[in-house]
């Protein structure tokens, strides 16, 4: 297992939850592009949400686009080839349906960064230099 940021705490089935402290992969996009997250009152639950741009569960449109990805769920286009993931095609199913830690998650993202169909990124070739 990375050692990278140990203290980092997985959050499921939303973006960021208790006071900010545990967030999903996207989530933690989110909080590096985004910044501070606003405070979102769920009554089902009494743990705190909070959203970017509206949103709670997926990625904002804005970050879609920024970050090159192909859906909103972090979605590839065939399985991700990960350690620990089997039949997952996106990061929000990597994040909720898995074991990996975050630190874990974030090491497939850096080997996936450059895209292709099997990465929730479109190929860097598809973009002007």
Not at 98 to 120: C, F, H, K, N, R
Request: include cysteine; aromatic fraction near 8%; hydrophobic fraction near 30%.
């Amino acid at each position: 297992m990375t050692s990278k940021e140990p203290e980092r705490k997985k959050a499921k089935r939303v973006l960021s939850k208790s006071g900010g402290e545990e967030r999903c992969c996207l989530g933690h996009a989110c909080q590096c592009f985004l910044g501070d997250p606003e405070f979102t009152n769920n009554f089902l639950d009494s743990t705190p949400e909070y959203e970017w741009e509206g949103q709670r569960s997926i990625l904002p449109k804005s970050l879609v686009k920024q970050l090159g990805m192909w859906k909103e769920t972090g979605e590839s286009r065939r399985p991700i080839v990960c350690p620990g993931a089997i039949d997952i095609y996106s990061l929000i199913a990597l994040n909720d349906k898995t074991e990996l830690t975050p630190q874990e998650i974030g090491e497939y993202l850096e080997s996936a960064i450059e895209g292709g169909v099997d990465t929730p990124f479109k190929p860097l070739s598809d973009y002007e230099e």
